[in-house]
């Protein structure tokens, strides 16, 4: 069974730092492009940015504003997503999924984790 497990969130003030993981378990953790995700109270899933398999290939929304780092370590099977400089607007859970090309320019996610929530308040 596919399983991707997100940790490190919380609360945190705003300015400081959170440092997200997936672990993922049961797919070819390699082959797969990692992206994450976030859905903040009465707002759309929002699209953070994604991972290429062999992890020299980021590509960001303009959500992160410069601000948040994702990463991945493939002997380990996990993703990562660094939040620097945090805002009160950060707030939401946040999602990670495994996905794949379907089409030239169109990621497919087809597994999804459960959501860690993150939230910036003092």
């Known amino acids: 069974q596919v399983r991707l497990v997100e940790s490190g969130g919380g609360l945190v003030q705003p300015g400081g730092s959170l440092k997200l993981s997936c672990a993922a378990s049961?797919?070819?953790?390699?082959?797969?492009?990692m992206g994450w995700f976030r859905q903040a109270p009465g707002k759309a899933r929002e699209f953070v940015g994604g991972?290429?398999?062999?992890?020299?290939?980021?590509f960001y929304s303009d959500v992160p504003e410069g601000r948040f780092t994702i990463s991945r370590d493939n002997a380990r099977n996990t993703a990562y997503l660094q939040m620097d400089r945090l805002k009160p607007e950060d707030t939401a859970v946040y999602y990670c999924?495994?996905?794949?090309?379907?089409?030239?320019?169109?990621?497919?996610?087809?597994?999804w984790g459960r959501g860690a929530q993150v939230t910036v308040s003092l």
């Open positions: 999924a495994a996905g794949r090309f379907i089409s030239q320019l169109k990621v497919q996610p087809d597994y």
């Open positions: 049961g797919l070819t953790f390699k082959n797969h492009i």
């Open positions: 991972i290429n398999p062999s992890g020299n290939g980021l």
